[in-house]
């Protein structure tokens, strides 16, 4: 297989272990208008209502340029095209994925389509769960294999570009992506740390369609080019943003009906593929550009920190890995980007105590699980954890480094009558050293996460346990 948009200073990121050291480290349609020759922003955007306008737009693009820079990221130290498997679980360290989870060993690959299809082979797998998700740049999960979607069966697997029209080789199957650039983002169950050599010994390829007919092999793409900062900083450009935005655009145009709405309703701000606004507009437009992005932000922090009703000091958004809201796209992408749909898992979030209070490792926590009450997930192939973050959403180091708890934490002890306590606090609580998630002294956030939960976590039935202050 060649090798593809893969810098001399990133090969040795190409090795398998080294993946592990990367990922242990995550609209109204109203309105048509034209575009201002050049892409300038017309003179009828600048009045009261295009700093609405703008904002929206700011909102409506933003999970794309967190995309394009997380993608841009992956491709720097792992390259396009190449599927890399970690081997290790997921430490605090590298941060290119924000809330990454412990409990699985993953594998990830940044697609680029533009020069031929790939081929993903993945062998049947049955002894545990597994997933790949297929999530493109706008954070929509538009495809899944693995233990739910497929009843753990693999194959080959011919993923291709938006209007491709050649034939599939026998016994593959084709995946139609929506957009010409895409991630791939499997996971497999690690059941303890001697289970780890079992994942590792799964064969999994990523090829050119081309290797796999025996043809030659067309140019490959531009690369993907240099991220303009972190996934979590964007925005932080000012109205370069929407630069930003035109570019992310000219690779990953709008795929459905709504979103090719909105980028009509955007071009009066001189919004579009391959359009840099912010560098043509005039002084006035600028400002509103710039305020489009101040209050889109606002909008957007401010969604994240509300995407559900919470219950007992948790929230639980279900309206995910699929997006009809754009609001509720960017608060996601914000943080829990690539989140699956719920019916692959769901991500309780608590930021503070039953009392309200954000949490502290100046005090000391019990999560209590009344013996019914234990996390509804699939019995003999989902599985849940809790997981301990900084309040940046990546892992947190501990002397013992342990970063989850969960249903197959080693040494985990339930209570005589089948309950189950949790304890979270800086130190060690003397006899349940087994059941003890380690915090910081700061403050920190909790995330429960359930694969394949039933019913009543679907429906909002379920109950979290509080989390209390021991007494």
């Not at 740390?193 to 590792?200: K, S």
């Not at 829990?336 to 503070?352: C, G, H, K, T």
């Not at 809790?386 to 934490?409: K, S, W």
């Not at 339930?414 to 800086?426: E, F, H, I, K, M």
Request: with cysteine; charged share 15%.
């Amino acid at each position: 297989m060649r090798e593809r948009h893969v810098g001399s200073r990133a090969r040795a990121a190409l090795r398998p272990s080294c993946l592990g050291a990367v990922l242990l480290a995550a609209c109204s349609t109203s309105g048509h208008a034209g575009t201002h020759p050049g892409g300038h922003a017309s003179d009828a955007a600048v009045d009261a209502g295009s700093e609405h306008l703008a904002s929206d737009a700011f909102v409506w693009g933003y999970p794309l340029v967190v995309s394009r820079r997380t993608m841009q990221r992956f491709a720097q130290a792992l390259g396009t095209d190449q599927l890399l498997n970690a081997t290790v679980k997921a430490v605090p360290g590298v941060r290119l994925i924000v809330a990454p989870n412990a409990d699985t060993l993953y594998s990830v690959a940044v697609i680029d389509l533009r020069s031929e299809p790939m081929v993903l082979t993945v062998p049947d797998v049955t002894d545990r769960y597994w997933t790949y998700q297929f999530l493109d740049p706008w954070t929509d999960s538009f495809r899944y294999i693995g233990t739910r979607a497929t009843g753990g069966t693999g194959g080959s697997f011919v993923i291709t570009p938006p209007g491709w029209s050649g034939t599939v080789p026998q016994g593959t199957e084709q995946i139609e992506s929506p957009t010409p650039t895409l991630f791939l983002l499997g996971r497999y169950l690690v059941k303890s740390d001697a289970d780890i050599a079992n994942v590792n010994a799964i064969t999994r390829t990523l090829v050119p369609l081309s290797t796999l007919a025996g043809s030659a092999a067309p140019p490959a793409p531009p690369a993907l080019g240099d991220p303009e900062g972190t996934p979590p900083e964007a925005g932080s450009n000012g109205a370069a943003f929407f630069d930003e935005l035109g570019d992310a655009l000219a690779l990953s145009p709008p795929a459905t009906a709504a979103d090719k709405a909105a980028l009509v309703r955007f071009a009066t701000l001189g919004i579009g593929p391959g359009l840099h606004p912010s560098a043509t507009a005039d002084s006035a437009a600028r400002a509103i550009l710039e305020e489009g992005v101040t209050s889109g932000l606002a909008r957007v922090t401010d969604a994240a920190n509300g995407v559900a009703t919470p219950v007992n000091g948790w929230m639980a958004p279900l309206d995910v890995g699929v997006y009809d809201d754009p609001l509720v796209r960017a608060a996601i992408a914000k943080f829990l980007w690539a989140a699956n749909v719920p019916e692959e898992a769901v991500y309780p979030i608590s930021r503070a105590d039953v009392a309200g209070d954000p949490y502290t490792g100046a005090k000391r926590y019990v999560m209590h699980f009344d013996p019914d009450a234990l996390p509804p997930v699939e019995p003999t192939s989902g599985f849940w954890s809790l997981t301990l973050y900084g309040t940046d959403m990546y892992l947190v180091d501990n002397p013992i480094h342990r970063y989850a708890l969960g249903d197959r934490t080693p040494g985990l002890t339930r209570n005589a009558d089948g309950s189950l306590d949790l304890y979270v606090q800086t130190d060690a609580p003397q006899g349940h050293e087994g059941n003890w998630l380690p915090a910081p002294a700061g403050q920190f956030y909790l995330m429960l996460r359930l694969y394949l939960p039933q019913q009543p976590v679907l429906d909002g039935s379920y109950v979290y346990p509080q989390v209390k202050v021991a007494q």
